[in-house]
């Protein structure tokens, strides 16, 4: 196949947080070939990364072979090199990675398989998911038995009241087996993490997320044995197998969670994945619950574990996405149809 046109879209978002969603959230990649088989990705940096996608990436895929993955990885490497001068991170990668997971769907399509398939094949038939957000009660009746809530420091020293407050309730409504996680959103620092560590030690906490920001490698580093055997979690806020490369070598998190969506896409994640393997580490995507992230879950080495954020579970959401396999009991089963097995929902474009 040939690729014949390149087309990103910001979507008509309704139900977008008030923070840097509102600009810059997920976009729409569409990839055309002269086989007449169309692919569709899922990447972010909203209306620049349309730009990016449409201004640079566009012309350097036009013309270009898509056979196999081995073609996919050449073009993310094209891409890369040229994109240097003002990528790297941030916005330019998670433009990137649109453009890498509508080419894996083009795959799919075109080999009329799921793009787990794509991957090697399943080697898990289902994931294990945990509901993210702070409807704690809803989660439990929904079958979930593993939840991240938040709980943001905000300098009262009635934070860790606080925090041992929800702590307890979580623990008490879901059971001692049930896998406890807190995400602080970059709120922590050092002294705060090193108190919740003793502080919450009862409760089992799976792993503290994002407790320093990403830059902080040294700190997050010294942080992971002061809360064992609790984890040091995060990677949503890093690019790259070279970015990762970074968190290898300060040994600075206990569990990775690189978004697809973000970081690269899925060949990104595969190189992610490898890395991890060499020094030992879990992965668990960001956002693995959804089909960008679950098609590398079940047929990789990533951990049993796939966040199904609130986002998605709430009545009141955008549906840009239909088709998308839903949690059952704890559970998500990705679709096997060709592709990522899902349908773009037009009206919002």
Avoid at 55 to 79: S, T
Avoid at 110 to 132: H, M, N, Q, S, W
Avoid at 214 to 228: A, I, W
Wanted: charged share 25%; net charge negative.
């Amino acid at each position: 196949m040939k690729i014949t046109d390149v087309k990103a879209v910001y979507p008509k978002y309704q139900h977008v947080v008030p923070s840097w969603r509102t600009h810059f959230w997920q976009i729409v990649v569409r990839v055309e070939t002269d086989f007449g088989t169309v692919g569709l990705g899922y990447g972010a940096g909203g209306v620049a990364g349309v730009e990016i996608v449409n201004r640079h990436f566009r012309e350097l895929l036009l013309g270009k072979e898509i056979n196999n993955v081995e073609d996919v990885r050449a073009i993310w490497d094209r891409l890369y090199v040229a994109s240097l001068p003002y990528g790297r991170k941030g916005l330019t990668i998670m433009a990137l990675s649109g453009v890498d997971l509508a080419l894996y769907d083009l795959l799919g399509k075109a080999e009329r398989k799921p793009v787990y398939d794509i991957l090697g094949g399943a080697r898990k038939t289902k994931a294990f998911c945990y509901a993210t957000g702070e409807d704690s009660e809803m989660y439990l009746q929904l079958g979930y038995q593993a939840h991240k809530f938040s709980h943001r420091w905000t300098g009262a020293d009635s934070d860790y009241d606080l925090a041992i407050e929800k702590a307890g309730q979580t623990r008490k409504l879901f059971g001692p087996e049930a896998k406890l996680m807190i995400d602080t959103y970059m709120s922590w620092d050092r002294k705060v993490t090193a108190e919740m560590g003793k502080r919450l030690a009862e409760f089992n906490i799976y792993f503290y997320e994002d407790i320093l920001t990403p830059d902080d490698l040294e700190g997050q580093s010294e942080m992971r044995t002061l809360v064992k055997p609790a984890l040091i979690a995060g990677g949503e806020h890093e690019f790259t197998h070279f970015g990762f490369g970074e968190v290898a070598r300060a040994n600075a998190l206990g569990l990775w969670q690189p978004d697809i969506t973000w970081c690269g896409g899925i060949t990104a994640g595969l190189r992610i994945i490898e890395l991890a393997k060499e020094v030992g580490v879990p992965v668990s995507p960001h956002r693995g619950g959804e089909v960008w992230g679950l098609h590398l879950v079940v047929a990789t080495d990533c951990t049993d574990l796939a966040e199904y954020h609130s986002d998605h579970i709430r009545f009141e959401r955008d549906n840009l996405w239909l088709d998308e396999p839903v949690p059952k009991e704890g559970y998500i089963v990705p679709s096997d149809a060709p592709g990522f097995g899902v349908i773009l929902n037009e009206a919002m474009l």
